[in-house]
């Protein structure tokens, strides 16, 4: 392979990744890391972004289960209250009950589980609109992790089986372990999108349930899986997130739904369907977590914050509606 082939290779890479999703999500991110950074220089310090990354693990794994719906042409809007049912099961069985903690995990997922399942059957089998069956379950599920608190905390520090709570106090590689379980699913979930024939069959049921049905595919089946993956994975922020702190709380994944739907948006998942990357939704969180913390650092009001996720999240609506009307016109 002689030098001008080798250059024509590497420009038809360099081409291929500025057109992904994912470089088009991470050229905002630079520019409001590198604009935040020239006014208020100890925004880039390590202890600002290891706080931060820190703290959109959760929101992210809720992001990356919401995307699954999004990715089948649905809406899943109860994935932060599902979280917060996880964890106030895990720590009601663990504190009240005196269960081990292994078996109330099992217990708090299979019961998230069992939400994504009643999900699916009322988007796709009882034909409910997506946005006001997820509704309905954000307020069931929401109203039930009140029905396990009596008044007092649930801390699991208090308990015997407290050691997986003192394994999440720990740091490795200077970072908690929860944050490495992110990456660890996030890259599972990568592979899984992007390299099976499962991964391309969800994609398929997206873009255009039709041709996939007449293709073979079992779109109904794919987009119950959706609403589960996307339960499990919110269960799974939930978990985290209550094993981190030591406490069980039921406010516990308030607010996390719309921002989580934000992260995916803006990392390229159409609300259309039929296109979506978990390390695009990883990026997406990321710019909306940094755009928040670049308000604060500013010195704006952090109601502000707010705002910023409404901005994102219509530019992206924009791009995604742009990238919609061009493929009809193809």
């Known amino acids: 392979m002689n030098e001008q082939t080798i250059q024509k290779t590497q420009t038809g890479a360099l081409r291929r990744l500025t057109r992904t999703d994912e470089f088009g999500v991470l ?3 630079i520019i409001i890391v ?14 600002n972004f290891s706080s931060m990354f820190t703290q959109l693990t959760f929101i992210a794994l809720t992001a990356l289960g919401a995307s699954f719906p999004l990715m089948v042409g649905q809406v899943d809007i109860s994935t932060g209250k599902v979280a917060g049912f996880a964890g106030i099961i895990m720590s009601s069985l663990v ?13 708090a997922m299979a019961a998230c589980l069992a939400v994504g399942v009643l999900n699916g059957v009322l988007v796709v089998y ?33 308990q015997e089986s407290h050691k997986l709570v003192d394994v999440f106090d720990g740091r490795y590689f200077g970072m908690p372990i929860y944050v490495w379980i992110m990456v660890a699913i996030f890259a599972i979930v990568f592979v899984i999108i992007k390299k099976t024939l499962w991964g ?30 996307s339960a499990a994975l919110s269960a799974v ?46 990026i997406g969180i990321s710019l909306v977590f940094v755009a928040e913390n670049a308000i604060i650092f500013l010195g704006c009001p ?18 995604d509606l742009y990238r919609q009307k061009r493929k009809v016109a193809a």
């Open 27 to 29: 050229i905002p991110l």
């Open 34 to 47: 590198a604009v935040t950074t020239v006014l208020r220089p100890a925004f880039l310090s390590v202890g």
């Open 95 to 107: 504190v009240d009950h005196g269960m081990d903690m292994f078996p109330a995990i099992v217990i």
């Open 126 to 158: 009882w034909k409910i609109p997506d946005f006001v069956a997820t509704m309905g379950t954000l307020y069931m599920v929401g109203g039930a992790r009140y029905l396990f608190v009596k008044g007092y905390q649930f801390s699991l520090a208090t």
């Open 200 to 229: 391309r069959r969800l994609l398929a049921v997206g873009d255009n349930r039709e041709v996939a049905i007449l293709s073979g595919i079992h779109a109904d089946k794919m987009r119950v899986q959706a609403y589960i993956i």
């Open 237 to 282: 922020a939930g978990l985290l997130l209550t094993l981190d702190v030591g406490v069980g709380l039921p406010e516990t994944g308030d607010g996390w739904e719309f921002r989580a739907i934000a992260g995916c948006v803006v990392g390229g998942v159409s609300l259309a369907g039929g296109k979506g990357s978990p390390l695009g939704v990883l």
């Open 302 to 319: 952090a109601t502000m914050k707010v705002a910023v996720q409404g901005l994102l999240m219509a530019a992206a609506v924009l791009c």
